[in-house]
Every structure is written in structure tokens, then in C-alpha cells.
């Protein structure tokens, strides 16, 4: 069982940054691959970015691509989702989610991740 904790939200304004984390417990989180969700008020969850076990592969989303960095620090069971040039189409709830996976390999989809944490709010006004 792996528990994910996201934190780092907040209300910005266009143009900030803000940087998320999701902190593990549980199982050796090493060795899951880790993505980013997000969902705005409306609409579907849309996933943002992912990196592998090791933070040797990340993918992103178009949108997201150039403006938001995932890194990891193992040794600390912690994931960052680093946002920059952040835009009021950015604001909704954003989430972590772990899956086990091979080294360089990822997931982009949110049903091949089976844990989740609650979601940390961002907020970016105009």
C-alpha cells in the first residue's frame, strides 16, 4: 500500500510559479513510476506529466510542456511538480498518483495508476 500527501497549493496570479510536491509512505516508492493530474471545476481529470522510477523518462502534456518540470528525490519519497508561467487555465485541483512500473517506463493514462492522493488546490487569477 502506498499513501500519497500532495501539498504546495495556493492562489497565484498569471505569469507566478508554484511548486507541488507528493510525499510517500508505505512501500519502496522508488520504484513506482509517478504522474500528475489535474482536474478543472467541469471538466474531466486530464494528466499533466509523468517521470519513472529512476528520473530518467518524463512526458507532459502540450499545454503544460516548457512551463512545468516533475523531478523526484527518492530518498525522500517526494515528487515535485514545478510550475512556471502559470495561467488562469491552469487553476484546478491537481493530483499525484503511483503505480509500479519498470525503470524509464511511465504512464499517461489514469487508469494504469492504483494510487492517488486527495489533491492539493491551484488557483491562478487573471
Known amino acids: 500500500q502506498v499513501k500519497l500527501v500532495e501539498s504546495g497549493g495556493g492562489l497565484v496570479q498569471a505569469g507566478d510559479s508554484l511548486r507541488l510536491s507528493c510525499a510517500a509512505s508505505?512501500?519502496?516508492?522508488?520504484?513506482?513510476?509517478t504522474g500528475w493530474f489535474r482536474q478543472a471545476p467541469g471538466k474531466e481529470r486530464e494528466f499533466v506529466g509523468t517521470?519513472?522510477?529512476?528520473?530518467?523518462?518524463?512526458y507532459y502534456e502540450d499545454s503544460v510542456k516548457g512551463r512545468f518540470t516533475i523531478s523526484r528525490d527518492n530518498a525522500k519519497n517526494t515528487v515535485y511538480l514545478q510550475m512556471n508561467s502559470l495561467k488562469p487555465e491552469d487553476t484546478a485541483v491537481y493530483y499525484c498518483?503511483?503505480?509500479?512500473?519498470?525503470?524509464?517506463?511511465?504512464?499517461?493514462?489514469?487508469?494504469?495508476?492504483?494510487?492517488w492522493g486527495q489533491g492539493t488546490q491551484v488557483t491562478v487569477s487573471s
Open positions: 517521470i519513472d522510477w529512476s528520473a530518467t523518462s518524463t
Open positions: 498518483a503511483a503505480a509500479q512500473a519498470a525503470r524509464y517506463l511511465y504512464y499517461t493514462q489514469a487508469y494504469e495508476y492504483n494510487y
Open positions: 508505505g512501500r519502496t516508492f522508488s520504484r513506482y513510476a
